[in-house]
């Protein structure tokens, strides 16, 4: 049984799949906009029209902005071809995408050919030499054999950004900060993972505000769209063998994409063929199709399932192929993959996907997902479940297994901040001041006062959560049931001060109230009231959306619902540990934890006439107590030499 972490309803506008005069879809024209940036990073997910935008923007600066030549880089062959000659003139644009045979350097060749291909294209004047597509590879070890100067007025694209740091991080980052400083290159980098912090990062802070910025959301493509209309992420728990709990949780009248664990994880049996095997038995009788390289499952009803099993190597070009000419809907039934199927791959009738093992990098997160939310006429609602191991309270590694499912669980937290609005908060002054759409109006906000807080929170907040929730204090703090007040009071800003040093303490708590009012506002219940009231149920209360005050979200846990999945599918058990766990660190502080409290405690003085009582029944001030007591400790150590 999937227990669901979030569900967002979409309205089915159809916007995100409409065009413009120039046959742009919504987020291309968004980035066409910002066609004269040198620099430009965008930001959008799977299928919403990246590879196009980048045209569009490539052939404007080829022909209106004095760039020479264009450089498509992509992270595997694979990709190139979403970059072939496209007819664009016929749909509204001035010119169509055409590349030179000879110029795509992701077909068949060996890395060398590439190489010299690369350089004579470089070093060529020949008008048909403009463009010209290359992998991630071919382009760093092309860049050994240059200079940074040959770069002048090109542009280099890098498809899939965030590959750049996790792959080539020495050669190929290195290669894009030396052309960004030392050429007149333009250039411009693409991704779908919407969290900087999930890598190591390729940019140094000051060169990535260099680059202009264009983000797409999630949930400006979903709801854009013509038939999906929701979308659930949530999670189930299992013992002994995962395949044993697949009948649970696999519904096999959806289209499905299985991923099965890394063979490194806990949830992996080190034998991923044996595995394959495993899922086809439980799904039933398996015959193999020499065809099509598909599996041929009976089920105990007598319906057929046409499986493609992406995990064996033997065979697996063949499956590939078959995938990529499909076109209907009974073509395919289920998908079994290990490291394929997330990236460079298209079955939009996918509307499940099934992961086994927790992933501890949001954009392969970001990636599966992007597999099951096409929009296609077969699917009104898509899903994401996580089938994870339940630790045993007897285990040893109880909190190595709790600290994996906190991984797994917020990550769909985090996934929150990209497929549900974004909302834009305004203090509340006058009664007269109303709440409408995104725009939330709040009584007692403290709206940016510098340029510096302002900035982070208009375009660094889903980068922040990332950083708080997958902070292990954090993350146990979730799984122990802390106090909404400590979490939102104490914790999280020491996230912030350590993510943001230069930050002086009336710009943390400007940051901390956006941050923490867009994740609790983001998961409230929504529902009409009479009169065209809004209510919103937070802290199981509904409050009227025109008087919700930042002291009211103070005392609402944001990651609340975490901790009710942990509490519900977690034995009790493993629950006393966990809660014995944190009790034995509560109270530990770091030197810039103890600054951050020291106002607290002051505070907590002046409006209650008296200091923190450590015996206090509420965390919040038992833990400004502690603080206080180990302040006076380190009074005397000092006073005493």
Same mark, same amino acid.
């Given at each position: 049984?999937?227990?669901n972490?979030?569900e967002?309803?979409?309205?089915?506008?159809?916007k995100s799949?409409?065009?413009?005069?120039?046959?742009?879809?919504?987020?291309?024209?968004?980035?066409?906009?910002?066609?004269?940036?040198?620099?430009?990073?965008v930001?959008?997910p799977p299928?919403?029209?990246?590879?196009?935008?980048?045209m569009?923007v490539?052939?404007d600066?080829?022909t209106n902005?004095?760039?020479?030549?264009?450089?498509i880089?992509v992270?595997?062959?694979?990709?190139?071809?979403?970059?072939?000659?496209?007819?664009?003139a016929?749909?509204g644009?001035?010119?169509d995408?055409?590349?030179?045979?000879?110029n795509n350097?992701?077909?068949?060749?060996?890395?060398?050919?590439?190489?010299s291909?690369?350089?004579?294209?470089?070093?060529s004047?020949?008008?048909?030499d403009?463009?010209?597509i290359c992998?991630?590879?071919?382009?760093r070890?092309?860049?050994?054999?240059l200079n940074?100067?040959?770069?002048?007025?090109i542009l280099?694209?890098?498809?899939?950004?965030?590959?750049?740091?996790?792959?080539?991080?020495?050669?190929?980052?290195?290669?894009?900060?030396?052309?960004?400083?030392?050429?007149?290159?333009?250039?411009?980098?693409?991704?779908?993972?919407y969290f900087?912090?999930?890598?190591v990062?390729?940019?140094?802070?000051?060169d990535e505000?260099?680059?202009?910025?264009?983000?797409?959301?999630?949930?400006e493509?979903?709801e854009?769209?013509k038939?999906l209309k929701?979308?659930a992420?949530g999670?189930s728990f299992?013992?002994?063998?995962?395949?044993?709990?697949?009948?649970?949780?696999l519904?096999?009248?959806k289209?499905?994409?299985?991923?099965?664990?890394?063979v490194?994880?806990?949830?992996?049996?080190?034998?991923k063929?044996d595995?394959?095997?495993?899922?086809?038995?439980?799904l039933?009788d398996?015959?193999f199709?020499?065809?099509?390289?598909?599996?041929?499952?009976t089920?105990?009803n007598?319906?057929v399932?046409k499986?493609a099993?992406?995990v064996n190597?033997?065979?697996?070009?063949?499956?590939? %192929?078959?995938?990529?000419n499909?076109s209907?809907?009974?073509?395919?039934d289920?998908?079994?993959a290990?490291?394929m199927?997330k %990236?460079g791959f298209?079955?939009?009738?996918a509307?499940y996907?099934?992961?086994?093992?927790?992933r501890?990098?949001?954009?392969?997160?970001?990636?599966?997902?992007?597999?099951?939310?096409?929009?296609?006429?077969?699917?009104?609602?898509?899903?994401?479940t996580?089938l994870?191991?339940q630790?045993? $309270?007897?285990d040893d590694?109880?909190?190595?297994a709790?600290?994996?499912i906190?991984?797994a669980i917020?990550?769909?937290?985090?996934?929150?901040? #990209?497929l549900?609005?974004?909302?834009?908060?305004?203090r509340?002054?006058?009664?007269?001041?109303?709440?409408?759409?995104?725009?939330?109006?709040?009584?007692?906000l403290k709206?940016p006062?510098?340029?510096?807080?302002?900035?982070?929170i208009?375009?660094d907040?889903?980068?922040?959560? $990332?950083?708080i929730l997958?902070?292990a204090?954090?993350?146990?703090?979730?799984?122990a049931?802390?106090? $909404?007040?400590?979490?939102?009071?104490?914790?999280?800003?020491?996230?912030?001060m350590?993510s943001?040093?230069?930050?002086?303490?009336?710009?943390?708590e400007?940051v901390?109230?956006?941050i923490?009012?867009?994740?609790?506002?983001?998961?409230a219940?929504?529902?009409?009231?009479?009169?065209g009231?809004?209510?919103l149920?937070?802290a199981?209360?509904?409050?009227?959306i025109?008087e919700i005050?930042?002291?009211l979200?103070?005392?609402?846990?944001?990651f609340q619902? $975490?901790y009710? #999945?942990?509490?519900?599918?977690?034995?009790a058990p493993?629950?006393?540990f966990?809660?014995?766990?944190i009790d034995?660190?509560?109270?530990?502080?770091?030197?810039?934890e103890?600054?951050?409290?020291?106002?607290?405690?002051?505070q907590?003085?002046s409006?209650?006439g008296?200091?923190?009582?450590k015996?206090?029944?509420?965390?919040y001030?038992?833990r400004?107590?502690?603080?206080?007591l180990?302040l006076e400790?380190?009074?005397r150590?000092?006073?005493n030499?």
């Amino acid at each position: 049984m999937t227990s669901n972490i979030f569900e967002i309803n979409y309205n089915g506008t159809g916007k995100s799949q409409n065009t413009n005069a120039l046959g742009m879809r919504e987020m291309q024209a968004r980035v066409y906009e910002k066609r004269a940036s040198q620099y430009l990073l965008v930001k959008a997910p799977p299928a919403s029209g990246k590879s196009r935008a980048l045209m569009f923007v490539a052939l404007d600066k080829l022909t209106n902005q004095g760039v020479k030549k264009a450089i498509i880089a992509v992270p595997e062959r694979s990709i190139g071809k979403s970059f072939q000659t496209t007819e664009l003139a016929k749909f509204g644009f001035f010119s169509d995408w055409v590349i030179n045979p000879k110029n795509n350097l992701t077909d068949r060749g060996t890395s060398e050919s590439k190489v010299s291909q690369f350089i004579n294209f470089i070093r060529s004047t020949h008008p048909d030499d403009n463009i010209m597509i290359c992998t991630h590879a071919t382009l760093r070890f092309a860049f050994e054999k240059l200079n940074d100067s040959d770069f002048d007025k090109i542009l280099l694209a890098i498809d899939e950004f965030h590959h750049v740091s996790q792959d080539d991080n020495s050669v190929l980052g290195n290669a894009i900060r030396n052309i960004l400083g030392n050429s007149s290159a333009h250039i411009i980098a693409m991704t779908g993972s919407y969290f900087r912090g999930d890598s190591v990062p390729i940019l140094e802070p000051t060169d990535e505000q260099k680059f202009d910025k264009v983000t797409y959301t999630y949930y400006e493509q979903l709801e854009g769209y013509k038939h999906l209309k929701s979308f659930a992420m949530g999670y189930s728990f299992y013992r002994g063998r995962y395949t044993d709990a697949l009948s649970e949780v696999l519904d096999t009248s959806k289209k499905t994409i299985i991923h099965i664990p890394n063979v490194n994880s806990g949830e992996s049996t080190k034998d991923k063929y044996d595995e394959v095997d495993r899922i086809l038995e439980e799904l039933g009788d398996a015959k193999f199709d020499e065809n099509t390289g598909l599996w041929l499952v009976t089920e105990e009803n007598g319906r057929v399932l046409k499986i493609a099993d992406l995990v064996n190597e033997e065979g697996r070009e063949k499956v590939q %192929e078959y995938i990529r000419n499909m076109s209907e809907l009974d073509d395919l039934d289920i998908i079994i993959a290990l490291g394929m199927a997330k %990236e460079g791959f298209d079955w939009p009738f996918a509307e499940y996907a099934l992961t086994i093992g927790y992933r501890n990098s949001l954009t392969e997160v970001v990636q599966i997902i992007g597999r099951v939310t096409r929009d296609s006429s077969n699917k009104t609602h898509t899903q994401f479940t996580n089938l994870i191991a339940q630790p045993d $309270a007897q285990d040893d590694e109880v909190m190595f297994a709790v600290n994996n499912i906190m991984k797994a669980i917020t990550a769909s937290l985090l996934m929150e901040a #990209v497929l549900a609005p974004n909302f834009t908060f305004k203090r509340k002054d006058t009664d007269e001041q109303k709440s409408k759409g995104t725009d939330i109006f709040i009584k007692g906000l403290k709206e940016p006062s510098t340029e510096r807080s302002k900035n982070i929170i208009q375009n660094d907040l889903n980068d922040l959560k $990332a950083t708080i929730l997958q902070d292990a204090q954090i993350q146990q703090a979730i799984a122990a049931g802390v106090d $909404a007040k400590v979490i939102n009071k104490q914790l999280i800003p020491r996230v912030i001060m350590n993510s943001y040093p230069d930050l002086s303490n009336d710009e943390t708590e400007e940051v901390r109230q956006h941050i923490v009012a867009q994740a609790v506002i983001q998961s409230a219940e929504r529902e009409e009231g009479t009169n065209g009231n809004q209510f919103l149920r937070m802290a199981n209360k509904f409050i009227n959306i025109d008087e919700i005050a930042i002291d009211l979200i103070d005392e609402v846990n944001p990651f609340q619902r $975490a901790y009710e #999945v942990i509490s519900k599918e977690i034995d009790a058990p493993t629950l006393r540990f966990i809660q014995d766990y944190i009790d034995g660190i509560k109270f530990a502080f770091s030197e810039d934890e103890l600054i951050m409290l020291y106002p607290q405690i002051v505070q907590f003085r002046s409006e209650n006439g008296r200091i923190p009582d450590k015996s206090s029944p509420d965390q919040y001030e038992q833990r400004l107590a502690y603080a206080l007591l180990r302040l006076e400790q380190l009074r005397r150590e000092k006073e005493n030499g």
